[in-house]
Structures are given as C-alpha cells and as structure tokens.
C-alpha cells in the first residue's frame, strides 16, 4: 500500500506539541521522568514549523486564567536552569506584571513559545529526544500492542512504531455536532444559513470579521452565536466590537444550560446578587460557585453586562438570551423563528479531538467514543473505541479530549463536561499520563523481546534528524 517507506522504532511517541503535549513534556522534565521516558525511545512529533504553543496564542481574547497560572509551572526550582533565559525575556515580564490579572492570549502564547523552545532544546541536547517537526500524523494503526504511527514530512511518509502513544492534535468544531444538537432539542437551521466556527472566528481581527461580514450587517442579516461558555460570550464581544462601527445592532445568544458566572466563594456570589443552586453549582472541596463551568475575567464582566443590561460589554449591541432547555415554550418559540431567518449562526458549543485516521492492524477503522464535552477516557486519558474496549497506550486530554472531573480535586456537581486548560495539562493531567506511559514500558521492557528482521538501506530524503530508522518493503 505505501510501497518503500523508511521505519523507526521508540517506546513512545508525543504527537502534537501544543499546550497538552508540551504540558506534558514541561511537567516530564520537572519531576526527572524525562529521563526514564528518553531511555525507553522518546519522539516527538508535530505539524508545526515551530512546535510549542499550538492555537492557544491566535485567539484574539482575553485568557480565562490570570497570568500565575501560566507562570506556576515555569517557577518551579527544578526548572530554574533551562528557564534562566526567561529572566531576560519581555514576554515572560509582560506575564509577570500582570499575575493576578487575565492577560491577552496573544502574550500568553510568545511566552509559552519561549518556554517550550528551551525546554524543547534542552530535551533534544541532554536527554537524546528527537523532535520531527513540520511532521504530519496522517494515521495511527493499533496492531496489538503497538502503535503503527505514518507520519509524512515533505511528502515522504515514516512509520514509527511505538508501545505508547500521547497524541494531541487539538481540536475540531463539527458543524453536524451542531445540528443534531438542535435537532434533538426541535430546532433547525435553514439550509443556507452559514455555520462558522468560533475557533477561526476567534483568531480573527476586528477588521478581518468587518471585511468577512460588512456585508451580512448591510443587508440587515442576523448574526446568531449558540452556547453559553466562554468561547461564547469572547465570540458575542468580538462581533459586536468589530461590527457596531458598521451598523450591527443585535446578536442573538442561543444556550441551552443557563448562564453561570464563577465566584470564589458563595459570599461573593450572594453579595453580587447573583442566584445560583447552593448545592449543585457549589464545589464541596473548595466552596467556589460554578468553579469549572462559570465564566471568569473578562467573559464574566461580558456576561453580566448581558445578563443586567441586555449590551455586549460597554458596546451598544444588543443581547438577546434565549435558553433553549425545553423549560418555557416562549422562549423555544422564539429560538426557532430566530433561528429559521439567521444569516450567521456561530458555533461555540464545545470541540471534538482532531484526529488521524485510527485503524486496527486488520484494516477496520476506529472510532472513539465521546461524552460530553469530549471523550470517554479513564483518568490518564486513555480511550474507549465505540465498542467500550480501552485503548491501551494511548492518550488524549487536550482541546477536544480533555478529562473528566476528579473527585479529589473537586468540581460543582452541575458540570457535566471534561476539564482542560494549560495548568491542568503542565500538572494532574499529564502527571497521571506520564506515570501510565512509564508502566507500560516497564512492563514491557520485562518481556522478552519479538525477533524482528529488518532491511538496512541509505535513507534518502530525510532530513539528518529523521534518519536512523530502517527502510521497509512491505505493505500495511
Ligand atoms: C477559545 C479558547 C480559549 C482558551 N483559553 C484558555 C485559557 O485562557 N487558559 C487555559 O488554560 N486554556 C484555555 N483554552 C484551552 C486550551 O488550553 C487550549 O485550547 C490549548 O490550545 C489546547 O492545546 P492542545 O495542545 O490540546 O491543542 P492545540 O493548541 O490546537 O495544539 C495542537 C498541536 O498539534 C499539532 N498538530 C495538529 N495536527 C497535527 C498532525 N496531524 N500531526 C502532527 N501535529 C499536529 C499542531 O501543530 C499543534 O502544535 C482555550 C481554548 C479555546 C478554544
């Protein structure tokens, strides 16, 4: 099927070095796994010219986390070597000065950029990591227990062949997510209504959104955003900063749970008169109201202009909530008609895991099985096929993926989603996958090993870093 192809052999592959999969190498080189994780094979692999900060640095909003959390990992003594040159760095002291507040995503990604080229160098330097980038993963085969990963880089295609597999790739925003969504709540879009992805609305300037829809806002179109997080009311503020110049005069805010805004404590919450259920928006471990699901910082000020007011922010757009939960007929009522007549229709109701095409070592294709707000894996991420049968080596909790609420941890009883965000990818979630990864390989490393024959050739066309491995004859 590929004919000739040059193959390579590790115990375990990162694919993806955006938040998660840095997150994960970040918290590796902290606590000293690095190097048990190198001896077994360590090679990472990512799309990217420059690996290390994925999509997080292109949105153009303000972070849900003040700058410490950014910053909490980057201070650990241990780290204090490879991260001396941040001393000297304007965009760590850009993060630095403004600690306790939100900052911009944009400062937030030049300074994980930074982070993680020297930790990516210094990995590569002292610990022989190989680091493929401007490498694509184009599938992943699971043939027993090894994982078949193809990679193509410059129109040559790799098989690397490892025991574990941490891939994460980002995410996507299936518009028939979308639509079944409405469906199953009796709502429908009309067939030329366009579906646009927050994720690259969100990456666009305010001239960019003026240039994509001036003409929507001219012939008088409705512009609809649906979901009730974060993404959403970022969304709802970038419309109508970018296109009140230009005569947008209202924004429909479709959500199905209610609006929920995070407070520290319930103290706060009453102060600011806001209602909330004492039990299930409450986290029972550290009292904070809606402490996964709320909106906080500058989305937070965003949704309580709405909420008191009816306007975006401080713009002069108008707000129009309609809670689509089934519970007033009046407000159903009205979705749908707001709905049938919308021009724009913006999807902010959550991310599926980009993947590569999955298959088994028998040809047929795996699909893995979701849940709310990502997908069904156990606590290091590790996944169900749609069948319920783990996927053993292998491990998602990125953009798409996330991981479900831990109960030492604690979360409000009312979040049914998964939970991600770069604090959590440089401290529990990849602590849990890196102790899961290093089982596995022991386990096997105390296995006699298979004999293997393989064919030896000169490997033309790779890159110096790429060659290593052995050319194969053989179809898949
Ligand atoms: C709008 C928005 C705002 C957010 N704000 C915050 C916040 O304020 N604070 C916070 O903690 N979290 C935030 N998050 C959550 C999360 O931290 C980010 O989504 C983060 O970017 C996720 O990292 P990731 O590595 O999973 O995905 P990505 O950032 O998308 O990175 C994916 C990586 O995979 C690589 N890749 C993709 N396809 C391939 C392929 N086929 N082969 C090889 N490599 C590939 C890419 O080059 C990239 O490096 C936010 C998320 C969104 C959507």
């Not at 360590?42 to 909003?61: E, F, K, M, N």
């Not at 090894?146 to 994460?168: C, F, P, T």
């Not at 795996?366 to 749609?386: E, H, N």
């Not at 490393?445 to 000169?458: G, K, Y």
Request: net charge negative.
């Amino acid at each position: 099927m590929y004919g000739k192809f040059l193959e390579t052999s590790t115990g375990c592959v990162v694919g993806g070095a955006g938040p998660a999969g840095m997150g994960l190498l970040f918290n590796a080189l902290r606590t000293g796994a690095i190097a048990e994780m190198a001896q077994y094979g360590l090679i990472i692999v990512d799309a990217s010219a420059t690996p290390g900060i994925g999509r997080l640095g292109d949105y153009q909003i303000t972070a849900n986390s003040v700058g410490d959390v950014f910053l909490d990992c980057l201070r650990d003594p241990a780290m204090a070597e490879v991260f001396a040159p941040l001393q000297e760095s304007e965009a760590y002291w850009r993060i630095r000065n403004q600690d306790q507040q939100a900052p911009l995503l944009s400062q937030v990604g030049e300074l994980l950029l930074e982070a993680s080229q020297l930790v990516l160098d210094h990995i590569v330097a002292h610990y022989s990591v190989q680091l493929w980038s401007e490498t694509l993963i184009t599938e992943v085969i699971c043939d027993n227990d090894e994982y078949h990963i193809w990679v193509e880089h410059r129109g040559q295609m790799q098989r690397i062949r490892s025991r574990s597999l941490v891939l994460n790739l980002g995410g996507r925003q299936d518009p028939q997510c979308l639509l079944s969504g409405l469906k199953a709540q009796g709502l429908a879009l009309p067939p030329l209504a366009a579906i646009r992805s927050a994720d690259s609305l969100l990456r666009m300037s305010p001239q960019a959104l003026r240039d994509t829809f001036g003409p929507v806002v001219a012939q008088g179109g409705s512009f609809s955003v649906i979901g009730g997080s974060h993404s959403a009311f970022s969304m709802l503020e970038n419309i109508a900063v970018a296109l009140e110049s230009i005569g947008l005069e209202q924004v429909n805010l479709i959500h199905r749970s209610p609006i929920r805004l995070f407070y520290e404590n319930v103290e706060q919450a009453h102060a600011n008169g806001y209602v909330f259920d004492p039990v299930a928006d409450v986290c029972p471990i550290s009292g904070r109201v809606n402490r996964s699901g709320g909106l906080r910082y500058r989305a937070l000020a965003v949704g309580r202009e709405v909420l008191e007011r009816g306007f975006v922010g401080t713009t002069s757009v108008r707000a129009r909530l309609l809670q689509v939960d089934g519970s007033d007929a009046a407000q159903m009522c009205a979705a749908s008609e707001v709905l049938q007549h919308a021009a724009v229709v913006m999807q902010c109701t959550g991310y599926q895991p980009l993947l590569p095409l999955l298959r088994r070592g028998d040809g047929t294709a795996i699909s893995l099985r979701q849940v709310t707000g990502g997908l069904d894996s156990d606590p290091s991420g590790c996944p169900c096929d749609d069948s319920g049968k783990r996927l053993h080596g292998l491990h998602l909790f990125g953009l798409g993926s996330g991981l479900g609420v831990d109960p030492l941890l604690g979360s409000e009883p009312s979040f049914s989603g998964r939970i991600y965000g770069v604090w959590q990818f440089h401290h529990d979630a990849s602590r849990v996958v890196i102790d899961s990864v290093l089982q596995r390989l022991a386990d096997f490393a105390s296995r006699p090993a298979p004999q293997v024959h393989l064919e030896m050739e000169v490997a033309h066309g790779w890159p110096e870093r790429l060659v290593g491995g052995d050319w194969i004859e053989a179809a898949t």
